[in-house]
């Protein structure tokens, strides 16, 4: 894990010099409904603990962080973010609340360490988890980042820029059947093999694709007119499976669910909001493995150690209404779960995943603690 970057003087998200406040270029999603969510565990008035401690997984640039610490007088935050330019932004914006907010740069299946550094529990638990996944309004907004697929920008799409395989190496260098499973399994797009194809294909013509606008034009090609006239910009998919497969988000998922679990006291909650359905659904399938008995049905009396940890606190996924809707129109896909732990991680630990994110099923053991990269 890194420190806390140091917060610099940003540009606008057009480009422009000078900094432009954080508060100015992010609308929290589901922001009131999160901290309903989270308030029987941070407020001591709704039954938490004096001095709660709130892990910011994915902070961004703090809208969730900075409400949290408006409305919890005693709470403390520790936001987690791969981006050094999300941490300097966040860091602007709640400097104002001193000791009471820290950063530290890294993925968010770190959360386990975050979480025993920042608690003063012997168990090294903490009293909640907050997870905003997928792209960031700042990632978007950026244009040199290349995660937006409006405007003409480098093929980067990293969320930490100081290291790693850009989406322009990963078209450059993928196999086509490779880049065709990249498509279909992170992007569920249908025409993936078309897509891959024609990639391939411009590769080695030497007129290989340079910039999102390209990429944009090459799926808009490959893909049948009728399937052009429905479901928006026909390229998003492929824009999202890129994207997920350079920055592991599925992968660094499956690992942060069990982890965060595992880092809740008795009372704890975690919640988290997911923009798609593969997100949604690990999310999905955790809460709900917790929140069921791990005992054969018809069983007179359930063990103990076979009874749920987690009691699940929405019905299904909650989605943004008509009102977030046309305040923050970036709220559309939003899906909201939130469970709490209601046994201690020592005596029913959340397992770790053992699926693979291509869906193959694989041996895994309970590595808890371990630091997986």
């Not at 009102?323 to 020592?346: G, I």
Request: aromatic share 2%; charged share 25%; glycine share 8%.
């Amino acid at each position: 894990m890194r420190p806390t970057a140091q917060c610099q003087p940003l540009k606008g998200p057009e480009g422009h010099d000078g900094a432009v406040p954080a508060a100015r270029r992010h609308t929290p999603v589901l922001l009131e409904r999160c901290l309903e969510l989270l308030a029987p565990a941070l407020s001591p008035q709704a039954g938490g603990a004096p001095g709660a401690v709130l892990i910011d997984c994915t902070l961004g640039m703090g809208g969730h962080a900075e409400a949290a610490l408006e409305r919890f007088p005693d709470l403390r935050v520790v936001g987690i973010d791969r981006d050094p330019q999300a941490i300097a932004l966040a860091g602007e914006r709640l400097a104002r609340f001193g000791q009471r907010f820290s950063a530290v740069r890294t993925t968010y299946d770190h959360v386990d360490e975050v979480a025993r550094s920042a608690s003063s529990r012997q168990d090294g638990t903490v009293d909640a988890v907050l997870m905003d996944l997928g792209v960031s309004s700042l990632q978007l907004d950026e244009v040199g980042r290349g995660f937006s697929y409006a405007r003409s920008a480098p093929l980067d799409m990293r969320m930490d820029q100081s290291g790693g395989t850009t989406a322009q190496e990963l078209l450059d260098t993928a196999e086509e059947r490779e880049l065709a499973r990249i498509l279909r399994t992170y992007g569920e797009e249908r025409f993936a093999s078309r897509i891959a194809s024609e990639i391939v294909r411009r590769r080695r013509a030497g007129q290989p694709v340079r910039t999102t606008d390209e990429l944009v034009e090459l799926v808009r090609a490959a893909v049948p007119a009728a399937a052009r006239r429905a479901g928006g910009n026909p390229a998003k998919r492929t824009f999202q499976a890129l994207r997920i497969a350079v920055n592991s988000e599925l992968e660094v998922l499956k690992r942060a669910i069990p982890r965060a679990l595992n880092s809740l006291r008795v009372g704890g909650r975690l919640v988290v909001e997911s923009y798609q359905s593969l997100e949604d659904r690990v999310v999905k399938q955790a809460l709900a493995a917790g929140a069921s008995p791990r005992a054969p049905e018809g069983l007179p009396v359930v063990p103990l150690e076979a009874q749920p940890y987690l009691e699940l606190l929405t019905r299904g996924a909650e989605r943004a209404q008509a009102t977030e809707l046309a305040a923050n129109p970036r709220s559309a896909p939003v899906r909201l779960r939130a469970a709490a732990r209601t046994r201690p991680a020592a005596q029913a630990p959340a397992p770790h995943s053992t699926q693979r994110a291509d869906g193959a099923r694989h041996p895994s053991k309970n590595t808890r603690g371990r630091t997986r990269r």
